[in-house]
Nanobody, 117 residues
Framework: QVQVVESGGGLVQPGGSLRLSCAASGSRFSFAAMGWYRQAPGKQRELAAQITLGGVEDYADSVKGRFTISRDNANNTVYLQMNSLEPEDTAVYYC???????????WGQGTQVTVSS
């Protein structure tokens, strides 16, 4: 059974930083893609950042220059370094792994990030 576990959320003041971590266990395959999504109150879930097996990174315009996605392939772990956080970044953040044959999405449980003074 594949399990995806997130950690690292919390309360931070504007301008602060957080690092989210997400690890998948129980997989027989290397990941094809890893991503971070977020959902703010009253809004649809949106892609914040993702990285493919080939190392191609993609960021939402709203987080470019502030967020950085990275990975530890050997341990099926993905990170999201969030700097210069703004109140608008407040959301539940979900990680997603895509891997297997056929390709399948696996989601984390979500972690709350609150940016407030």
């Amino acid at each position: 059974q594949v399990q995806v576990v997130e950690s690292g959320g919390g309360l931070v003041q504007p301008g602060g930083s957080l690092r989210l971590s997400c690890a998948a266990s129980g997989s027989r395959f290397s990941f094809a893609a890893m991503g971070w999504y977020r959902q703010a109150p009253g809004k649809q879930r949106e892609l914040a950042a993702q990285i493919t097996l080939g190392g191609v990174e993609d960021y939402a315009d709203s987080v470019k220059g502030r967020f950085t996605i990275s990975r530890d392939n050997a341990n099926n772990t993905v990170y999201l370094q969030m700097n210069s956080l703004e109140p608008e970044d407040t959301a539940v953040y979900y990680c997603k792994f895509t891997f297997g044959v056929p390709l399948t999405d696996y989601w984390g449980q979500g972690t709350q990030v609150t940016v407030s003074s």
